[in-house]
């Protein structure tokens, strides 16, 4: 069966570079979120999008912004990086219509910001 | 305060034995909950849900919820050494499913 797929899985910057992350939900999911777990943390709800629309945010810096695209993949622009950015990002879907027992994650992005 | 506590643990168990793994959440709006196994590094996978108090058995998973006390728990019976991993609790808060809030993890550990 298909999963949410994300790339890249790795991915090295220096401080106050850019950094773009995908991710590609499960076809016919239409409900995309975004989660940045640092080391030894719990996932931090950052952002979700619904039909290609902002639906919550959570916690996430202005530096970083997300969107939505026709094809429902999902990316996620994070600028000006810090060493506090340096985290696993991952990226959950799930088709609306059913309950939020199939939020299914992907694999994740490591960022690492040296 | 966090919308989700859990203790960190870790909380070490023996082959066979129950672990009884807690997580209280502050928000009375919250709909569902959600516990989540994570082996280090990997993605979490969710082990159950469970929307309205009482208990949810599936396997050897039972989850309790108690809204009143605004607490949620897990108990994994004859535990084996392969459940060795970071549980989640998760709570939705609000009437959609597009924000969930995740505790800081308890690691459990089952010894042969």
């Known amino acids: 069966a298909a999963g949410v797929i994300q790339s890249p899985r790795h991915l090295i910057k220096e401080k106050r570079e850019t950094a773009t992350l995908k991710c590609y939900p499960i076809?016919?999911?239409?409900?995309v979120y975004w989660y940045q777990q640092g080391p030894g943390q719990d996932p931090q709800f950052l952002i979700s999008?619904?039909?290609?629309?902002?639906?919550d945010k959570g916690s996430i810096p202005d530096r970083f912004s997300a969107q939505q695209f026709s094809d429902y993949h999902s990316e996620l622009n994070m600028s000006s990086l810090e060493l506090g950015d340096s985290a696993l990002y991952f990226c959950?879907?799930?088709?609306?219509?059913?309950?939020?027992?199939?939020?299914?994650f992907g694999p994740g992005t490591r960022l690492t910001v040296l | 305060q966090k919308e989700v506590e859990q203790n960190s643990g870790p909380l070490s168990v023996p082959e066979g034995a129950i672990a009884s793994l807690n997580c209280t959440y502050s928000d009375r709006g919250s709909q569902s909950f959600f516990w989540y196994r994570q082996y280090s590094g990997k993605s979490p996978e969710l082990i159950m849900s469970i929307y309205s108090n009482g208990d949810k058995e599936d396997g050897r998973f039972t989850a309790q919820l108690n809204k009143a006390s605004q607490y949620v728990s897990l108990l994994i019976r004859d535990s084996q050494p392969s459940d060795s991993a970071t549980y989640l609790c998760?709570?939705?808060?609000?009437?959609?499913?597009?924000?969930?809030?995740f505790g800081s993890g308890t690691k459990l550990n089952v010894k042969p």
């Open positions: 076809p016919r999911h239409d409900t």
């Open positions: 959950a879907s799930r088709p609306s219509g059913n309950g939020p027992d199939t939020q299914y």
């Open positions: 999008f619904y039909e290609k629309m902002q639906s």
């Open positions: 998760a709570v939705n808060i609000g009437y959609n499913f597009n924000k969930f809030y």
